[in-house]
């Protein structure tokens, strides 16, 4: 048997071509990647995997973080890293360290970067929706006026809640669509990120608890429906908007509306005492807190 020997090393060579792979323990750079094939997914089985972890992760902000601080500069400057962290939990330590290393209040600053990250997300998650449908189809990475294509017309998709300006009628968006639109074009993202492009509106509502509407970004059933609808049917408007030099432009856009999907009606049940089964009917609708029948 021939003694084993390690071959020689290769030779070094100044013409070698560059690394250009991110190293593997580049924790950065594999997150970011992750993030961006996250986005990108194409096929309607990717699409619905990538619904179904958005959605848990956005559940835990929807649970435990309440609503509020108004947006700022100086901490947006803090949290970038919500554009390519993917779950709650790495948000939150990300977050926390931060707020240590700036001598924040933590808790304070946790939630408002979690909030970020709820809102970025939940545009995801709601363009994950859009195309997972076969005429549908992710627009180029990384490109702002361009979220998705419908039927080969491109869209950038925006979601809010309903303005201020429409609390008290939010009818007009059904009765006056197209003034809806323009209302949103002239007073959205009017900065560097402002284009005269085509775009769809999605406008979150809840007309019960209207404080509430935020919850509707992580509420994958009532998005899918009314997505769904929409695209079924698909009715466009055509609105003139100025663009940051004032020309004008006509675009494609569209109002859709999000609500709450409605809950079953309750009836109470009524127990019988001498019933030998009252008790423990009684005990278990106690611990489910009430004993109620629902009727679909």
């Known amino acids: 048997m021939e003694p084993f020997f390690p071959p020689p090393p290769r030779p070094y060579s100044p013409y070698a071509p560059l690394r250009t792979r991110a190293r593997p323990n580049d924790t950065r750079q594999r997150e970011q990647r992750r993030a961006e094939v996250g986005a990108r997914s194409t096929t309607p089985a990717e699409c619905e995997a990538e619904i179904e972890r958005i959605g848990r ?7 435990d973080v309440p609503w509020g601080r108004v947006q700022n500069d100086a901490w947006d400057g803090l949290c ?8 709650f939990d790495r948000v939150r330590v990300a977050a926390e360290e931060v707020a240590r290393t700036h001598a924040l209040d ?3 600053f946790t939630q408002y970067a979690l909030r970020r990250w709820y809102c970025f997300w939940g545009a995801r998650l ?3 929706l859009f195309i997972r449908h076969r005429n549908v189809a992710a627009g180029p990475a990384r490109d702002h006026e361009v979220d998705f294509t419908i039927d080969g017309v491109p869209f950038d998709l925006k979601t809010s809640e309903l303005p201020r300006a429409f609390a008290k009628r939010p ?3 059904i009765r006056n669509p197209a003034e809806v639109a323009d209302w ?3 007073r959205q993202s009017r900065e560097r990120r402002f284009h005269a492009a085509n775009r769809l509106f999605l406008v979150l509502h809840d007309p019960a608890f209207p404080e509430e509407a935020w919850r509707l970004r992580a509420d994958v059933e009532a998005l899918r429906a009314r997505i769904d609808a929409f695209l079924a049917q698909p009715t466009y408007l055509e609105v003139t908007v100025p663009d940051l030099t004032g020309a004008l432009h006509a675009v494609q856009t569209a109002i859709i509306l999000v609500e709450p999907l409605p809950i079953p009606r309750q009836l109470p049940l009524g127990f019988d005492e001498s019933s030998p089964r009252s008790a423990g009917a009684r005990g278990k609708a106690e611990r489910s807190g009430g004993s109620q029948l629902p009727l679909l």
């Open 57 to 63: 992760q956005l559940a835990r902000v929807v649970q």
């Open 80 to 87: 970038p890293f919500i554009f390519r962290l993917r779950t």
């Open 106 to 108: 933590t808790l304070a």
């Open 126 to 128: 709601s363009e994950q």
């Open 171 to 173: 009818e007009d968006l």
């Open 184 to 186: 949103f074009y002239r």
